[in-house]
């Protein structure tokens, strides 16, 4: 005889069943891997996936569609493609790359998809922003008029950068490109700008030695470093400066300044070349595809001085790019002078003259920076740049062993004490009252004929003068003043007495 319990109790699961809300299928959709290649993916069965799209492997590997074609799909790889094999599967995500933001990445060396590199254990944050984002609309940004000060002379006085501007440093190989950029962030000690830097294809010997400069500068705790080495997946490159726009987009939206160091978009353009080209992108100039363009274009828009309704913040970046035997008319270097608002060009025939920055004013320009600019680094810049562009003039037409008369030569000492005078070592930022400071002395005459030791004795004893004694300078520098010529003078005479106190020439002869 059948158990009455069991009965009731079956009962009560069907009528529980018939009442519960159905449970639909759910569609998968799974694609299979045709061929994998070095960096990338040719994927078959997933009709539906959309550009951009991020890509699950079965090999734990992930990927972004790049390439929408009927029959298949060619995706870039954000992992090692040895990991792959013909024929697994691949799944959908529905979801775009992503990176993480906010504070919690203060002070930690990550990857270009936010992965601790440090070993200092997983990222606090869980706030995912896209890599890739719309830039600010142009009533959502406001003019550029507060200046980003560089520490470094021949940039603050001649070249100025602004918060919100996008200023090229370009240059041939070892020029010092890297070099003018890490001192710019650690110039952002007495700011409170975030700063990142970003570093493209690059050797993990050369980034581990940017992090040291940085963490010896006592930088490192407002710092955050993205760093996408040779070592790394190609696609890993080409994400990365997108997602260091993405972290500082995060802070400009509450408010805060960002400065973000690109080094470089050279290698990033070469990377999606070989990206584009393994997936059988048709090629143009220089084998680059149609859209390189494009790929630094949608990257440097993101930056700019905002407006309060997103934020008020501010996005300054520093793309660094390199050229081959000085040609600045070469492809990459031409399309991203056209993208700033200016460059800082490093010239080798400074390098060869042991000319530290070498910074070329006469091909150097911002185009921003000018109207952010103090008006007392203003006064000096104009003269700074006409006695430079004279010296150059002379010291070319010198060369012939002419005969020179008293006049031409007083102007070849001043305009080699003046370019002496621009010399600055690696991780010495100076503050903007001892620029102004060295600099009137030196297109005063007081540097004139000097050797290269005395030279650099007698700034430093010139940005020990200015420091003791407070001549209210820096004040009409912050305050945007116009530097009187009853204040030159004492800046003068302060200089003068600083390196009189040497002993020796003291620059009155000049």
């Known amino acids: 005889m059948p158990d009455a319990g069991a009965g009731t109790s079956t009962g009560a699961l069907v009528e529980m069943l018939l009442e519960s809300t159905p449970v639909l299928p759910a569609i998968s959709e799974i694609g299979r891997v045709v061929s994998v290649g ?56 529905g ?74 440093i370009i ?7 890297t070099s003018i950029a890490v001192d710019t962030l650690l110039n952002q000690k007495t700011t409170k700008a975030v700063c990142i830097y970003c570093a493209i294809g690059q050797r993990g010997d050369a980034v581990a030695k940017v992090i040291g400069a940085i963490r010896d500068g006592g930088m490192m705790d407002r710092s955050i470093i993205i760093a996408a080495g040779n070592e790394d997946a190609p696609g890993l490159a080409y994400i990365a400066p997108y997602a260091a726009m993405s972290v500082a987009e995060s802070f400009a939206a509450k408010g805060r300044d960002a400065l973000v160091v690109l080094d470089d978009l050279t290698h990033h353009a070469h990377t999606y070349r070989e990206l584009s080209l393994l997936l059988r992108r048709p090629p143009g100039r220089e084998a680059f595809p149609g859209d390189i363009f494009y790929l630094h274009a949608r990257l440097l828009e993101r930056a700019g001085q905002f407006a309060p309704s997103i934020g008020g913040g501010s996005i300054t970046v520093l793309p660094v790019v390199e050229t081959q035997a000085e040609n600045l008319s070469a492809y990459i270097p031409t399309n991203l002078i056209s993208i700033t608002d200016g460059q800082i060009y490093l010239s080798p025939r400074l390098v060869q003259k042991n000319q530290f920055p070498a910074v070329d004013l006469g091909i150097s320009v911002s185009r921003v920076g000018g109207k952010a600019q103090s008006r007392a680094f203003r006064d000096v810049a104009g003269n700074l740049r006409v006695t430079l562009a004279q010296f150059e003039e002379l010291e070319e037409f010198a060369r012939f062993g002419t005969r020179l008369d008293e006049v031409t030569r007083a102007r070849l000492t001043r305009g080699a004490a003046t370019r002496a005078a621009l010399r600055q070592a690696e991780r010495d930022p100076m503050p903007a009252a001892e620029q102004l400071a060295v600099l009137l002395a030196a297109m005063d005459g007081l540097l004139d004929g000097m050797t290269e030791e005395r030279t650099i004795a007698a700034m430093h004893a ?19 003043e116009k530097l009187t010529d009853e204040h030159r003078t004492r800046i003068i005479q302060a200089a003068r007495g600083a390196i009189a106190a040497l002993g020796g020439h003291d620059g009155t002869d000049a």
């Open 38 to 93: 070095d960096g990338i993916a040719i994927v078959a069965g997933l009709a539906r996936a959309l550009s951009d799209e991020l890509l699950a492997f079965a090999s734990g590997v992930r990927g972004i569609v790049f390439d929408l074609e009927p029959d298949r799909l060619g995706v870039v790889l954000l992992g090692p493609s040895e990991k792959l094999s013909v024929g697994e599967d691949v799944r959908r995500t």
């Open 95 to 168: 979801e775009v790359v992503g990176v993480p933001v906010g504070p919690a990445l203060l002070g930690r060396v990550v990857d270009a998809l936010g992965n601790p590199r440090d070993g200092m254990g997983p990222i606090a944050s869980t706030l995912l922003h896209p890599v890739e984002a719309e830039a600010a609309a142009i009533l959502q940004r406001r003019p550029v008029t507060r200046p980003l000060a560089t520490g470094v002379k021949a940039i603050d006085a001649a070249v100025p950068v602004g918060l919100g501007q996008r200023q090229l």
């Open 462 to 480: 010139i940005r020990t003068a200015v420091r003791a004694d407070d001549t209210g300078l820096a004040v009409k520098i912050a305050n945007n």
């Open 171 to 177: 240059g041939d190989r070892q020029t010092g490109k």
